[in-house]
């Protein structure tokens, strides 16, 4: 149980264009989700958080007209990277945790590789 | 203030050594939750272990093993005979009891030589 999946797996778009990436739970429902972004060879770092149904909670320095977060249910949530620049290339990692989540736990997405040309 | 350090950046073995990696952290939470995850070159976390701030004992997995000791503030991970497929990124990580912040390490890039 607690698997959580991410679409794309990898990604390749122009510069300028936007992008949109899902994360979803497949086997319970994900009251919280977060974004974490990962450059080449370092950590990953927490972008936003998003409760269902609420605005998304960005950290400080994520630009959140550039991040466009939605979790429009309990099971999805998306991260939509807008006029994306060669500088927003990274890996994004989605997680998930649910209501009834032991330990609230966060299961991690298997994540997404952004590539901007 | 919440912080890991993974002060080893990269490591090298030769198949069959054990290796240590080392993990330090920071909080002044009483309850915590310290992680180990891997990521292979395929970027997916594998979870690893979970260990709340109350158990210290130490752990052992089949060649993976852990040391937590709350008096150093250390979660050290030790890989017994290495293989090749242990080659990998290691994180660390410190989770706070309401589980909404994951602070992770730097990451130790293991390779393990055949």
């Known amino acids: 149980g607690a698997v959580v999946s991410q679409h794309p797996s990898w990604v390749i778009c122009k510069s300028g264009t936007s992008v949109k990436i899902e994360c979803r739970s497949l086997d319970f429902q994900a009251t919280t989700m977060f974004w974490y972004r990962q450059f080449p060879k370092q950590s990953l770092m927490l972008m936003a958080t998003s409760n269902e149904g609420s605005k998304a909670t960005y950290e400080q320095g994520v630009e959140k007209d550039k991040f466009l977060i939605n979790h429009a249910s309990l099971t999805l949530s998306t991260l939509t990277v807008t006029s994306a620049h060669p500088e927003d290339s990274s890996f994004y990692i989605c997680s998930a945790r649910g209501a009834q989540s032991s330990y609230n736990e966060q299961f991690f997405g298997p994540g997404t590789r952004l590539t901007v040309l | ?114």
């Open chain 2, 1 to 114: 203030a919440q912080k890991v350090t993974q002060a080893q950046t990269e490591i090298s073995v030769v198949e069959k050594e054990d290796v240590t990696l080392d993990c330090v952290y920071e909080t002044r939470d009483t309850t915590y939750y310290l992680f180990w995850y891997k990521q292979p070159p395929s970027g997916e976390l594998v979870f690893l272990i979970r260990r709340n701030s109350f158990d210290e004992q130490n752990e052992i997995s089949g060649r993976y093993s852990w040391n937590f000791q709350k008096s150093t503030s250390s979660f050290n991970f030790t890989i017994t005979a290495s293989q090749v497929v242990d080659s990998a990124v290691y994180f660390c990580a410190l989770r706070d009891w309401t589980g909404n912040q994951f602070y992770f390490g730097t990451g130790t890039s293991l390779t393990v030589i055949p």
